[in-house]
Protein backbone atom coordinates (compact mmCIF):
# COMPACT_ATOMS: atom_id res chain seq x y z
CA UNK A 1 0.00 0.00 0.00
CA UNK A 2 2.72 2.14 0.94
CA UNK A 3 4.20 1.89 -2.65
CA UNK A 4 1.89 4.13 -4.33
CA UNK A 5 2.00 7.07 -1.69
CA UNK A 6 0.40 9.58 -3.84
CA UNK A 7 -3.11 7.12 -4.15
CA UNK A 8 -2.95 7.21 -0.35
CA UNK A 9 -2.66 11.09 0.07
CA UNK A 10 -5.98 11.09 -2.22
CA UNK A 11 -7.63 8.42 -0.24
CA UNK A 12 -7.11 10.79 2.89
CA UNK A 13 -7.71 13.99 1.41
CA UNK A 14 -11.39 12.57 0.54
CA UNK A 15 -11.82 10.85 4.07
CA UNK A 16 -11.01 14.27 5.50
CA UNK A 17 -13.63 16.04 3.44
CA UNK A 18 -16.31 13.38 4.93
CA UNK A 19 -15.34 13.22 8.64
CA UNK A 20 -15.10 17.33 8.12
CA UNK A 21 -18.23 17.44 7.18
CA UNK A 22 -19.55 15.03 9.92
CA UNK A 23 -17.87 14.85 12.71
CA UNK A 24 -15.98 17.94 13.57
CA UNK A 25 -14.45 15.84 16.97
CA UNK A 26 -12.49 13.93 14.51
CA UNK A 27 -11.10 16.40 12.21
CA UNK A 28 -8.36 17.78 14.17
CA UNK A 29 -6.70 14.07 14.59
CA UNK A 30 -7.48 13.28 10.78
CA UNK A 31 -4.85 16.63 10.11
CA UNK A 32 -2.68 15.29 12.41
CA UNK A 33 -2.65 11.78 10.58
CA UNK A 34 -2.27 13.76 7.05
CA UNK A 35 0.62 15.62 7.98
CA UNK A 36 2.42 12.37 9.16
CA UNK A 37 1.74 10.55 6.15
CA UNK A 38 2.99 13.70 4.45
CA UNK A 39 6.27 12.75 6.04
CA UNK A 40 5.88 9.18 5.10
CA UNK A 41 5.64 10.05 1.59
CA UNK A 42 8.26 12.04 1.15
CA UNK A 43 10.25 9.11 3.12
CA UNK A 44 8.76 6.74 0.10
CA UNK A 45 8.78 8.32 -2.85
CA UNK A 46 11.13 6.69 -5.52
CA UNK A 47 14.95 7.82 -5.08
CA UNK A 48 16.52 8.63 -8.45
CA UNK A 49 18.58 6.50 -10.29
CA UNK A 50 21.87 6.35 -9.35
CA UNK A 51 24.16 8.53 -10.68
CA UNK A 52 27.40 6.73 -13.06
CA UNK A 53 30.77 7.52 -11.63
CA UNK A 54 32.28 10.21 -13.32
CA UNK A 55 35.94 9.48 -12.94
CA UNK A 56 38.72 12.45 -11.91
CA UNK A 57 39.80 12.83 -15.68
CA UNK A 58 36.12 13.16 -16.69
CA UNK A 59 35.52 15.81 -13.90
CA UNK A 60 38.58 17.21 -14.88
CA UNK A 61 37.60 18.00 -18.52
CA UNK A 62 34.19 18.93 -17.90
CA UNK A 63 35.47 21.83 -15.42
CA UNK A 64 37.84 23.18 -18.08
CA UNK A 65 35.54 22.95 -20.76
CA UNK A 66 33.16 25.04 -18.53
CA UNK A 67 35.59 26.99 -17.46
CA UNK A 68 37.07 27.81 -20.84
CA UNK A 69 33.77 28.87 -22.44
CA UNK A 70 33.66 30.87 -19.64
CA UNK A 71 36.61 32.54 -20.57
CA UNK A 72 35.32 33.29 -24.41
CA UNK A 73 32.29 34.99 -22.84
CA UNK A 74 34.78 37.24 -20.29
CA UNK A 75 37.39 38.45 -23.01
CA UNK A 76 35.88 41.56 -24.00
CA UNK A 77 37.66 43.56 -23.64
CA UNK A 78 40.55 42.29 -21.91
CA UNK A 79 43.14 40.24 -24.09
CA UNK A 80 45.58 38.39 -21.93
CA UNK A 81 49.25 39.30 -22.78
CA UNK A 82 49.63 35.77 -23.34
CA UNK A 83 47.30 36.50 -26.39
CA UNK A 84 49.13 39.46 -27.71
CA UNK A 85 52.62 37.35 -26.86
CA UNK A 86 51.11 34.33 -29.52
CA UNK A 87 53.27 35.69 -32.22
CA UNK A 88 55.38 38.79 -33.49
CA UNK A 89 55.82 41.52 -36.35
CA UNK A 90 57.95 41.65 -39.51
CA UNK A 91 58.11 44.23 -41.98
CA UNK A 92 58.99 43.68 -45.99
CA UNK A 93 58.03 45.83 -48.72
CA UNK A 94 56.12 48.72 -47.17
CA UNK A 95 54.12 45.66 -45.68
CA UNK A 96 53.34 44.65 -41.92
CA UNK A 97 53.55 40.93 -41.65
CA UNK A 98 52.76 38.19 -39.07
CA UNK A 99 54.91 35.34 -38.55
CA UNK A 100 52.66 32.16 -38.84
CA UNK A 101 51.26 30.93 -35.08
CA UNK A 102 49.26 28.14 -33.50
CA UNK A 103 46.30 29.18 -32.81
CA UNK A 104 42.93 27.32 -31.56
CA UNK A 105 39.53 28.19 -32.74
CA UNK A 106 36.50 27.70 -30.71
CA UNK A 107 32.85 27.74 -31.35
CA UNK A 108 29.50 26.47 -30.25
CA UNK A 109 27.35 24.28 -32.43
CA UNK A 110 24.93 26.50 -34.28
CA UNK A 111 21.14 25.31 -34.42
CA UNK A 112 21.62 24.53 -38.33
CA UNK A 113 24.29 22.17 -37.52
CA UNK A 114 22.98 19.52 -34.91
CA UNK A 115 22.53 16.34 -36.21
CA UNK A 116 25.17 16.81 -39.37
CA UNK A 117 28.39 15.23 -39.68
CA UNK A 118 31.84 17.36 -38.34
CA UNK A 119 33.28 16.92 -41.27
CA UNK A 120 30.35 18.05 -43.49
CA UNK A 121 29.80 20.98 -41.29
CA UNK A 122 33.65 22.28 -41.65
CA UNK A 123 33.85 21.51 -45.56
CA UNK A 124 30.52 23.46 -45.94
CA UNK A 125 31.06 26.82 -43.45
CA UNK A 126 34.73 27.11 -43.41
CA UNK A 127 36.20 27.16 -46.65
CA UNK A 128 39.49 28.59 -45.23
CA UNK A 129 40.70 25.03 -45.39
CA UNK A 130 40.07 21.91 -47.48
CA UNK A 131 37.77 19.35 -46.98
CA UNK A 132 41.02 17.21 -47.15
CA UNK A 133 42.84 18.96 -43.88
CA UNK A 134 39.88 19.05 -41.50
CA UNK A 135 39.46 15.53 -41.80
CA UNK A 136 43.02 14.99 -41.09
CA UNK A 137 42.78 17.73 -38.21
CA UNK A 138 39.92 14.74 -36.75
CA UNK A 139 41.58 11.69 -37.74
CA UNK A 140 44.64 13.15 -35.22
CA UNK A 141 42.87 14.95 -32.58
CA UNK A 142 43.56 18.89 -33.57
CA UNK A 143 40.02 19.10 -34.67
CA UNK A 144 37.99 18.31 -31.21
CA UNK A 145 34.28 18.55 -29.35
CA UNK A 146 34.38 19.59 -25.62
CA UNK A 147 38.00 18.47 -25.90
CA UNK A 148 37.95 15.49 -26.94
CA UNK A 149 38.53 13.14 -29.89
CA UNK A 150 35.68 12.43 -32.16
CA UNK A 151 35.27 10.19 -35.39
CA UNK A 152 35.01 11.47 -38.80
CA UNK A 153 31.33 10.82 -38.90
CA UNK A 154 30.52 12.17 -35.14
CA UNK A 155 27.82 14.22 -35.64
CA UNK A 156 26.62 17.27 -33.71
CA UNK A 157 24.93 17.94 -30.45
CA UNK A 158 23.55 21.49 -29.51
CA UNK A 159 25.86 23.26 -27.10
CA UNK A 160 29.08 21.10 -28.34
CA UNK A 161 32.25 23.23 -28.07
CA UNK A 162 34.40 22.32 -31.64
CA UNK A 163 37.86 23.22 -30.75
CA UNK A 164 40.41 23.53 -34.13
CA UNK A 165 44.00 24.03 -33.66
CA UNK A 166 45.46 25.60 -36.60
CA UNK A 167 48.55 26.97 -37.97
CA UNK A 168 47.34 30.26 -38.91
CA UNK A 169 49.02 32.52 -41.44
CA UNK A 170 47.41 35.83 -41.31
CA UNK A 171 46.86 38.63 -44.32
CA UNK A 172 49.67 41.26 -44.81
CA UNK A 173 48.59 44.63 -44.35
CA UNK A 174 50.03 48.54 -45.16
CA UNK A 175 52.93 49.31 -42.88
CA UNK A 176 51.91 53.18 -42.99
CA UNK A 177 51.48 54.11 -39.66
CA UNK A 178 48.83 54.59 -36.93
CA UNK A 179 48.70 58.01 -35.66
CA UNK A 180 47.30 59.31 -32.70
CA UNK A 181 44.83 62.16 -32.97
CA UNK A 182 43.52 62.64 -29.64
CA UNK A 183 44.15 61.05 -26.15
CA UNK A 184 42.97 61.06 -22.91
CA UNK A 185 41.85 59.00 -19.90
CA UNK A 186 38.94 58.08 -21.46
CA UNK A 187 39.08 58.11 -24.80
CA UNK A 188 41.51 57.09 -28.04
CA UNK A 189 40.90 58.65 -31.38
CA UNK A 190 42.94 57.32 -34.65
CA UNK A 191 43.61 58.01 -38.15
CA UNK A 192 43.44 54.56 -39.54
CA UNK A 193 45.01 53.42 -42.44
CA UNK A 194 42.93 51.48 -45.82
CA UNK A 195 43.80 47.88 -45.19
CA UNK A 196 43.89 46.96 -41.47
CA UNK A 197 40.86 45.81 -40.41
CA UNK A 198 39.68 47.69 -36.62
CA UNK A 199 39.29 44.00 -35.17
CA UNK A 200 40.23 40.47 -34.97
CA UNK A 201 37.80 38.83 -38.09
CA UNK A 202 38.22 36.45 -40.56
CA UNK A 203 41.83 35.88 -41.34
CA UNK A 204 42.77 38.85 -39.83
CA UNK A 205 44.51 38.82 -35.57
CA UNK A 206 47.39 40.41 -34.96
CA UNK A 207 46.71 42.56 -38.17
CA UNK A 208 44.19 44.74 -36.69
CA UNK A 209 44.12 48.08 -35.15
CA UNK A 210 43.29 46.71 -31.69
CA UNK A 211 46.45 44.46 -31.61
CA UNK A 212 48.88 46.77 -33.13
CA UNK A 213 47.51 49.63 -30.53
CA UNK A 214 47.91 47.10 -27.73
CA UNK A 215 51.27 45.56 -29.00
CA UNK A 216 52.80 48.37 -30.68
CA UNK A 217 51.88 50.99 -28.08
CA UNK A 218 50.76 49.75 -25.27
CA UNK A 219 47.02 50.39 -25.51
CA UNK A 220 45.41 47.51 -24.26
CA UNK A 221 41.63 46.77 -23.90
CA UNK A 222 40.45 49.32 -25.56
CA UNK A 223 36.14 49.49 -26.07
CA UNK A 224 35.39 49.13 -29.85
CA UNK A 225 32.82 52.24 -30.02
CA UNK A 226 32.12 52.38 -34.16
CA UNK A 227 33.65 50.36 -36.98
CA UNK A 228 35.37 51.24 -40.45
CA UNK A 229 35.48 48.88 -42.92
CA UNK A 230 38.70 47.31 -43.81
CA UNK A 231 39.69 49.27 -47.09
CA UNK A 232 38.46 52.61 -45.50
CA UNK A 233 40.58 55.11 -43.84
CA UNK A 234 40.27 57.93 -41.50
CA UNK A 235 39.11 58.34 -38.24
CA UNK A 236 38.28 55.70 -35.05
CA UNK A 237 37.51 56.02 -31.61
CA UNK A 238 37.76 53.66 -29.27
CA UNK A 239 36.65 53.90 -25.49
CA UNK A 240 39.05 53.44 -22.83
CA UNK A 241 36.66 53.24 -19.78
CA UNK A 242 33.62 51.40 -20.43
CA UNK A 243 31.38 54.47 -18.82
CA UNK A 244 32.70 56.75 -21.84
CA UNK A 245 31.95 54.09 -24.07
CA UNK A 246 28.44 53.33 -23.29
CA UNK A 247 28.06 57.59 -23.46
CA UNK A 248 29.37 57.77 -27.31
CA UNK A 249 27.81 54.56 -28.66
CA UNK A 250 24.52 56.19 -27.77
CA UNK A 251 25.46 59.45 -29.31
CA UNK A 252 26.28 57.48 -32.18
CA UNK A 253 22.77 54.93 -31.99
CA UNK A 254 20.51 57.81 -31.23
CA UNK A 255 22.19 59.67 -34.76
CA UNK A 256 23.42 62.39 -32.47
CA UNK A 257 26.89 62.52 -34.21
CA UNK A 258 27.72 64.20 -37.60
CA UNK A 259 29.82 62.01 -39.82
CA UNK A 260 31.79 63.59 -42.64
CA UNK A 261 33.95 61.58 -45.42
CA UNK A 262 36.19 61.98 -48.17
CA UNK A 263 35.56 59.99 -51.81
CA UNK A 264 37.10 60.13 -54.99
CA UNK A 265 34.35 58.91 -57.74
CA UNK A 266 34.55 57.93 -61.01
CA UNK A 267 32.84 60.67 -63.70
CA UNK A 268 31.97 63.80 -63.07
CA UNK A 269 29.66 63.67 -59.72
CA UNK A 270 26.57 66.04 -60.68
CA UNK A 271 26.23 69.80 -58.87
CA UNK A 272 24.48 70.96 -55.91
CA UNK A 273 23.55 68.83 -52.99
CA UNK A 274 22.29 65.19 -53.87
CA UNK A 275 20.45 63.31 -51.26
CA UNK A 276 20.13 59.17 -51.68
CA UNK A 277 17.49 57.80 -49.64
CA UNK A 278 17.40 54.31 -51.11
CA UNK A 279 16.85 51.50 -48.71
CA UNK A 280 19.86 49.16 -48.06
CA UNK A 281 19.84 45.48 -47.66
CA UNK A 282 22.19 43.19 -46.53
CA UNK A 283 22.51 40.41 -49.40
CA UNK A 284 24.76 38.21 -47.37
CA UNK A 285 26.17 38.77 -43.72
CA UNK A 286 28.60 36.08 -43.80
CA UNK A 287 30.40 37.38 -46.75
CA UNK A 288 29.25 41.60 -46.51
CA UNK A 289 27.63 42.63 -48.89
CA UNK A 290 25.41 44.77 -49.74
CA UNK A 291 22.51 46.06 -52.32
CA UNK A 292 19.63 48.74 -52.32
CA UNK A 293 16.60 46.66 -52.19
CA UNK A 294 12.81 48.12 -51.04
CA UNK A 295 13.15 44.78 -48.61
CA UNK A 296 16.03 46.81 -46.97
CA UNK A 297 16.44 49.77 -43.86
CA UNK A 298 15.80 53.40 -44.33
CA UNK A 299 19.33 55.04 -45.33
CA UNK A 300 19.68 58.09 -46.26
CA UNK A 301 23.29 60.15 -47.61
CA UNK A 302 23.97 63.42 -48.70
CA UNK A 303 26.94 64.36 -51.52
CA UNK A 304 28.67 67.20 -52.96
CA UNK A 305 31.24 67.72 -54.76
CA UNK A 306 33.96 69.94 -53.88
CA UNK A 307 36.69 69.22 -56.83
CA UNK A 308 37.22 66.88 -59.74
CA UNK A 309 40.67 65.90 -60.69
CA UNK A 310 40.85 64.58 -64.17
CA UNK A 311 37.94 62.10 -65.04
CA UNK A 312 37.04 61.42 -61.38
CA UNK A 313 35.04 63.99 -58.57
CA UNK A 314 36.26 64.22 -54.91
CA UNK A 315 33.01 64.58 -53.16
CA UNK A 316 31.86 64.77 -49.45
CA UNK A 317 29.54 62.40 -48.18
CA UNK A 318 27.31 62.69 -45.17
CA UNK A 319 25.74 59.82 -44.13
CA UNK A 320 23.05 60.15 -42.38
CA UNK A 321 22.20 56.78 -40.86
CA UNK A 322 24.47 54.28 -40.00
CA UNK A 323 23.58 50.91 -42.43
CA UNK A 324 26.59 48.53 -43.56
CA UNK A 325 28.94 49.74 -46.57
CA UNK A 326 26.26 52.65 -47.02
CA UNK A 327 28.07 55.57 -49.07
CA UNK A 328 29.57 52.63 -51.19
CA UNK A 329 26.62 51.18 -52.09
CA UNK A 330 24.58 54.81 -52.35
CA UNK A 331 27.34 55.94 -54.79
CA UNK A 332 26.97 52.71 -56.90
CA UNK A 333 23.16 53.00 -57.28
CA UNK A 334 23.81 56.66 -58.32
CA UNK A 335 26.14 55.46 -60.90
CA UNK A 336 29.00 57.04 -59.21
CA UNK A 337 30.97 54.14 -57.71
CA UNK A 338 34.56 54.78 -55.56
CA UNK A 339 37.15 54.72 -58.43
CA UNK A 340 38.58 51.85 -57.04
CA UNK A 341 36.06 49.70 -54.50
CA UNK A 342 36.98 46.38 -55.34
CA UNK A 343 33.30 45.13 -54.76
CA UNK A 344 30.83 48.01 -55.48
CA UNK A 345 32.62 48.99 -58.52
CA UNK A 346 32.48 45.55 -60.12
CA UNK A 347 30.73 43.83 -63.21
CA UNK A 348 29.66 41.14 -60.75
CA UNK A 349 26.68 43.70 -60.46
CA UNK A 350 25.70 43.18 -64.10
CA UNK A 351 27.34 45.58 -66.67
CA UNK A 352 25.68 48.59 -65.08
CA UNK A 353 27.88 48.12 -61.94
CA UNK A 354 24.30 48.15 -59.82
CA UNK A 355 23.46 51.43 -61.09
CA UNK A 356 19.91 52.16 -60.38
CA UNK A 357 19.59 49.09 -58.38
CA UNK A 358 19.98 47.16 -62.13
CA UNK A 359 22.04 43.54 -61.41
CA UNK A 360 21.72 42.08 -64.35
CA UNK A 361 18.61 40.45 -63.86
CA UNK A 362 20.54 38.60 -61.47
CA UNK A 363 18.73 36.49 -58.40
CA UNK A 364 20.14 36.93 -54.60
CA UNK A 365 21.07 33.43 -54.71
CA UNK A 366 23.60 34.19 -58.31
CA UNK A 367 24.84 37.37 -56.76
CA UNK A 368 25.98 35.79 -53.05
CA UNK A 369 27.38 32.86 -55.51
CA UNK A 370 29.29 35.01 -57.77
CA UNK A 371 30.08 37.53 -54.87
CA UNK A 372 31.59 34.44 -52.70
CA UNK A 373 34.08 33.55 -55.71
CA UNK A 374 34.88 36.92 -55.70
CA UNK A 375 35.40 37.10 -51.51
CA UNK A 376 37.49 34.07 -51.90
CA UNK A 377 39.41 35.59 -53.81
CA UNK A 378 40.52 38.78 -51.66
CA UNK A 379 43.51 40.06 -50.92
CA UNK A 380 46.43 37.79 -50.38
CA UNK A 381 44.56 34.54 -49.67
CA UNK A 382 45.91 33.66 -53.63
CA UNK A 383 44.67 30.71 -55.99
CA UNK A 384 47.03 27.55 -56.40
CA UNK A 385 48.88 27.34 -59.44
CA UNK A 386 47.41 27.83 -63.14
CA UNK A 387 44.22 29.75 -61.39
CA UNK A 388 42.86 33.12 -61.49
CA UNK A 389 42.34 35.73 -59.16
CA UNK A 390 38.84 37.85 -59.19
CA UNK A 391 38.30 41.61 -58.88
CA UNK A 392 41.96 42.57 -60.89
CA UNK A 393 44.00 41.20 -58.20
CA UNK A 394 47.34 40.34 -59.31
CA UNK A 395 48.15 38.05 -56.30
CA UNK A 396 48.86 34.48 -57.27
CA UNK A 397 50.60 31.79 -55.66
CA UNK A 398 53.10 28.82 -56.65
CA UNK A 399 53.06 25.10 -54.68
CA UNK A 400 56.35 24.58 -52.93
CA UNK A 401 57.65 21.50 -54.15
CA UNK A 402 61.12 21.76 -52.09
CA UNK A 403 61.74 20.77 -48.80
CA UNK A 404 60.42 23.48 -45.75
CA UNK A 405 64.14 23.79 -44.61
CA UNK A 406 65.49 25.03 -48.12
CA UNK A 407 62.60 27.45 -48.36
CA UNK A 408 62.72 28.77 -45.23
CA UNK A 409 66.78 29.61 -45.96
CA UNK A 410 65.84 31.02 -49.42
CA UNK A 411 62.85 32.97 -48.01
CA UNK A 412 65.12 33.99 -45.20
CA UNK A 413 67.62 34.71 -48.05
CA UNK A 414 65.36 37.15 -49.73
CA UNK A 415 63.78 39.19 -46.86
CA UNK A 416 67.64 39.90 -45.47
CA UNK A 417 67.49 43.26 -47.30
CA UNK A 418 64.94 45.42 -45.69
CA UNK A 419 63.93 48.77 -47.90
CA UNK A 420 64.75 52.46 -46.90
CA UNK A 421 61.32 53.02 -46.63
CA UNK A 422 60.58 50.67 -43.91
CA UNK A 423 64.17 51.69 -42.05
CA UNK A 424 62.48 55.34 -41.92
CA UNK A 425 59.11 54.81 -40.72
CA UNK A 426 58.59 55.35 -37.12
CA UNK A 427 55.18 53.30 -36.22
CA UNK A 428 54.56 55.02 -32.77
CA UNK A 429 53.51 58.77 -32.12
CA UNK A 430 55.33 60.35 -29.04
CA UNK A 431 51.60 60.40 -27.49
CA UNK A 432 52.23 56.90 -26.34
CA UNK A 433 55.65 56.68 -25.48
CA UNK A 434 56.30 53.21 -27.29
CA UNK A 435 58.12 53.01 -30.16
CA UNK A 436 57.63 50.30 -32.53
CA UNK A 437 61.34 48.56 -33.85
CA UNK A 438 61.08 48.04 -37.48
CA UNK A 439 62.17 44.83 -37.39
CA UNK A 440 63.19 42.54 -40.80
CA UNK A 441 61.80 39.03 -41.22
CA UNK A 442 64.17 36.43 -39.15
CA UNK A 443 64.48 32.89 -39.31
CA UNK A 444 64.73 32.03 -35.68
CA UNK A 445 60.49 33.14 -35.14
CA UNK A 446 59.31 31.53 -37.63
CA UNK A 447 57.34 28.12 -37.62
CA UNK A 448 56.54 25.49 -39.90
CA UNK A 449 53.37 22.83 -39.89
CA UNK A 450 54.06 19.49 -42.02
CA UNK A 451 50.35 19.21 -42.62
CA UNK A 452 49.72 23.42 -42.90
CA UNK A 453 48.58 23.58 -46.16
CA UNK A 454 49.45 27.34 -46.54
CA UNK A 455 53.20 26.42 -45.21
CA UNK A 456 53.32 24.65 -48.66
CA UNK A 457 52.40 27.65 -50.80
CA UNK A 458 53.99 30.54 -51.52
CA UNK A 459 52.39 33.69 -51.50
CA UNK A 460 53.03 36.51 -53.68
CA UNK A 461 52.72 40.17 -51.90
CA UNK A 462 49.89 42.54 -52.82
CA UNK A 463 50.44 45.62 -54.42
CA UNK A 464 49.36 49.24 -53.19
CA UNK A 465 46.15 49.25 -55.08
CA UNK A 466 45.24 45.99 -53.53
CA UNK A 467 45.43 47.59 -49.89
CA UNK A 468 43.81 51.04 -50.73
CA UNK A 469 40.38 52.43 -51.20
CA UNK A 470 39.36 56.04 -51.98
CA UNK A 471 37.01 56.74 -49.17
CA UNK A 472 38.09 58.16 -45.90
CA UNK A 473 36.16 58.86 -42.86
CA UNK A 474 37.49 63.18 -41.98
CA UNK A 475 35.36 64.10 -39.20
CA UNK A 476 33.00 63.14 -36.47
CA UNK A 477 30.98 65.75 -34.47
CA UNK A 478 29.14 65.01 -31.11
CA UNK A 479 27.92 66.27 -28.28
CA UNK A 480 30.33 68.17 -26.98
CA UNK A 481 33.27 67.05 -28.99
CA UNK A 482 34.50 67.31 -32.19
CA UNK A 483 37.37 65.59 -34.17
CA UNK A 484 38.92 65.43 -37.33
CA UNK A 485 42.03 63.97 -39.39
CA UNK A 486 44.89 64.49 -41.90
CA UNK A 487 43.63 63.68 -45.18
CA UNK A 488 45.21 61.40 -47.81
CA UNK A 489 47.18 62.51 -50.69
CA UNK A 490 44.43 61.09 -53.41
CA UNK A 491 42.34 63.48 -51.93
CA UNK A 492 44.03 66.70 -53.56
CA UNK A 493 44.45 68.38 -50.50
CA UNK A 494 47.32 70.74 -52.05
CA UNK A 495 44.60 71.85 -54.42
CA UNK A 496 41.19 71.78 -52.32
CA UNK A 497 40.55 74.02 -49.19
CA UNK A 498 38.86 71.74 -46.64
CA UNK A 499 38.77 74.66 -44.35
CA UNK A 500 36.41 76.64 -46.58
CA UNK A 501 34.14 74.12 -47.35
CA UNK A 502 31.26 73.95 -44.79
CA UNK A 503 31.01 77.76 -45.32
Known sequence: MFGRPQILMKFFRQLKTIIHSANYYYYDRWVHALTVLSTIQKDLSPLPKKRNTISTDELFDAKRVKLDTKSLKTKRPGLTDEKYDETSYYFENGLRKVYPYFFTFTTFTK?????????????????????????????????????????VDYRLKHNDLLANIVHRHEVPVSLQSITIVHMDEDIVVVNKPASIPVHPCGRYRHNTVVFILAKSHNLKNLRTIHRLDRLTSGLLIFGRTSKKARELEQQIRNRQVQKEYVCRVEGRFPDGIIECNEPIQVVSYKIGVCRVSPNGKDCRTTFRRISEVGDCSIVLCKPLTGRMHQIRVHLQYLGYPIVNDP?????????????GGDIGGKSDEQLINNLIKIHNAENWLGVEEGGDVLMGNPLKCEIKTSVPNEDLIEIGAQNSKITSMVASITEAPPQTGHEEPIDPFDLNKTTYDPHCHECKVNYRDPNAKDLLMYLHAWKYKGVDWEYRTELPDWACKELIDYDTIDQ
Open 343 to 355: LYNHEVFGPSKGR
Open 111 to 151: GRWVGEKILDVFAREFRAHPAEEYKRSIETGKLTVNYEKVP
